[in-house]
């Protein structure tokens, strides 16, 4: 299940077919240079997910993908150093509550913890303090999928492609509508996320 979920959050990356939008680019460059410093002299774990965060906040799947399957696979009891990782999160958001940085280790550590209301409930916050970043419209539209609200799910992949046109979207958007048992509509979504579906495959 750790594994699925790590995979879900990396399907929806870019491979350099999309720029990342995000007006929080220089924070989370910052968050790269800074994180990338502390595991040249330790293998840090927060370091590394919050590095893992940055890549996945930039698009940049090759990176992020690399850090989330080895914190899966070979980090020791992952998920409970993650819970306790969201406890220090959370208590470092009651003194900034519109930190983009914090509310994103949040939604990802929920989601990987599968507290999807919890991280529903974040990643709406980051949409509206990072309007015009499609990322952050998809791995909202991932945990409607996870809650089960496919309506909802498809409103923020259509905005998202509103934002900016990619083949990673069109195949969430195409796997929502088979979970609607719209099949017509989501071979065509598919078929223009054939990158994407090669990727999941993988």
């Known amino acids: 299940m750790k594994k699925l979920a790590c995979c879900l959050i990396i399907l929806i990356l870019s491979q350099g077919l999309v720029i990342a939008r995000t007006k929080y ?3 989370w460059q910052g968050v790269i240079t800074a994180r990338n410093k ?3 002299q330790e293998d840090d ?3 590394r997910y ?3 965060v940055a890549y996945a906040n930039l698009g940049k799947i090759k990176e992020a993908h690399d850090i989330f399957d080895y914190l899966d696979e070979e980090i020791e009891d992952y998920e409970t150093k993650i819970e306790e990782m969201t406890e220090d999160y959370q208590t470092q958001l009651v003194n900034k509550p519109d930190n983009v940085k914090l509310l994103n280790y949040l939604a990802f550590a929920y989601y990987i913890s599968r507290d999807y209301q919890q991280a529903e409930d974040n990643f709406e916050k980051i949409v509206e303090l990072d309007p015009k970043n499609i990322w952050s ?3 909202l539209a991932v945990v409607n ?3 089960e609200d496919y309506d909802q799910a498809e409103k923020n992949l259509k905005y998202s ?3 900016e046109e990619n083949q990673y979207t069109h195949f969430l958007l195409g796997a929502n509508y088979h979970k609607q048992r719209n099949f017509f509509r989501a071979l065509y979504h598919i078929s223009r996320g054939r990158r994407a579906a090669s990727l999941f495959l993988d």
């Open 25 to 27: 680019e220089a924070e």
């Open 38 to 40: 502390i595991l040249e």
């Open 45 to 47: 774990l927060e370091a």
């Open 50 to 52: 919050e590095l893992a």
């Open 137 to 139: 419209y998809n791995y």
């Open 145 to 147: 999928y996870e809650l």
């Open 161 to 163: 492609l509103e934002l």
